[in-house]
């Protein structure tokens, strides 16, 4: 009986070990989403609407799409310019987000068609 109860408490506390291990585990591997959050960027390329209600995108000339979004300089008005936009970087739910997205501080117009 002794056997079996130490037999039982110790696959009880390896349990308990690699399952403490795991969590810890899991809680330090946090998404690599911040590490470029902040830096200033700069794109040219066409301005789309996005899907949702104050939001836009831009393809740059190099093919990676960003999202937009600004709270001090109006978007809309650009929807199918060829634009030069710069902003810093936000931070993303890689898991949601597919691109990265940038809070617009300047939008210069390149060209009133994306041609």
């Known amino acids: ?3 079996t109860f130490l ?3 110790l696959v009880g506390i390896l349990t ?3 399952c ?3 969590t810890y585990a899991a809680q330090r591997q946090k998404p690599d ?3 470029d959050t ?3 960027v700069t794109i040219t390329g ?3 609407k996005g899907n949702q209600p104050g939001e836009y995108s831009i393809k740059g000339d190099d093919g990676k799409t960003y999202g937009l979004t600004s709270k001090n300089v109006k978007l809309d008005s650009h929807i199918d310019h060829k634009v030069t936009v ?3 970087t936000m931070p993303t739910d890689k898991q949601k987000d597919e691109n990265p997205k940038l809070d617009v501080t300047n939008v210069k117009m390149v060209s009133p068609t994306c041609q």
Request: hydrophobic letters at 30%; aromatic letters at 4%; glycine letters at 16%.
């Open 16 to 18: 308990l070990g690699l």
């Open 46 to 48: 066409c301005m789309e």
């Open 38 to 40: 902040g830096k200033t």
């Open 20 to 22: 403490s291990g795991m």
């Open 7 to 9: 037999k039982c408490l």
């Open 1 to 3: 009986m002794k056997f």
């Open 86 to 88: 710069t902003g810093k």
């Open 33 to 35: 989403t911040d590490k």
